[in-house]
């Protein structure tokens, strides 16, 4: 059974910074691309960050780009999200999410519990 | 980007209704297309994939169809466990859009 476990998440104040982790077990973790996908307190779904499965290709929202960085240990079936330089409207609850394929195009086909982020003085 | 976009926002409905929901792209996705079932508090779940493609495990109530642009999930007979809210997400490009959602209710 795929089991996704953020952990990383909690108050933090303008213009910090904050790294997510997402362990991840029960699949093989080196075979499928991953992704980030956050949501806003009572708002919808919003696709953050992606990686594939080797690493060597990453993907951005252009809101998070050149303060955020996805990255992954498949050594230790870890993916991170280091979040840098957060504002206000980064505050949601951070899903991590397996994707169906190694790179390319794909769904989201698991998903973890998700981990609070709150961005406020 | 791809905008995703979802009508209605929200349907109110009863049990054994046959509900409808649909999801338009900007642009053409081919059938690269998935829709997710989120209950409050619960991290969404895939209900279909490349737009008809039931996931394991889901019941046969679900039905998605569509191409191109125009694409809908069907409920054929709701059940109280499907009370929810519902999203569209497309997986043509790398700037993966989800729709603004289609909230379930019980009428």
């Known amino acids: 059974e795929v089991q996704l476990v953020e952990s990383g998440g909690g108050l933090v104040q303008p213009g910090g910074s904050l790294r997510l982790s997402c362990a991840a077990s029960g699949f093989t973790f080196s075979s499928y691309a991953m992704t980030w996908v956050r949501q806003a307190p009572g708002k919808g779904l919003e696709w953050v960050s992606a990686?594939?499965?080797?690493?060597?290709?990453?993907y951005y929202t252009d809101s998070v780009k050149g303060r955020f960085t996805i990255s992954r240990d498949n050594s230790k079936n870890m993916l991170s999200l280091q979040m840098n330089s957060l504002r206000a409207e980064d505050t949601a609850v951070y899903y991590c999410?397996?994707?169906?394929?190694?790179?390319?195009?794909?769904?989201?086909?698991?998903w973890g519990q998700g981990t609070l982020v709150t961005v406020s003085s | 980007d791809i905008q995703m976009t979802q009508s209605p926002s929200t349907l109110s409905a009863s049990v054994g209704d046959r509900v409808t929901i649909t999801c338009r792209a900007s642009?053409?996705?081919?059938?690269?297309l998935a829709w997710y079932q989120q209950k409050p508090g619960k991290a969404p779940k895939l209900l279909i994939y490349k737009a008809s493609s039931l996931e394991s495990g889901v019941p046969s109530r679900f039905s998605g169809s569509g191409s191109g642009t125009e694409f809908t999930l069907t409920i054929s007979s709701l059940q109280p466990d499907d009370f929810a809210t519902y999203y569209c997400?497309?997986?043509?490009?790398?700037?993966?859009?989800f729709g603004q959602g289609t909230k379930l209710e019980i009428k």
């Open positions: 997400q497309q997986y043509n490009s790398y700037l993966y859009t």
């Open positions: 642009q053409t996705i081919s059938n690269w």
């Open positions: 999410a397996k994707g169906s394929s190694s790179s390319g195009w794909y769904y989201f086909d698991s």
């Open positions: 990686i594939s499965s080797s690493g060597g290709n990453t």
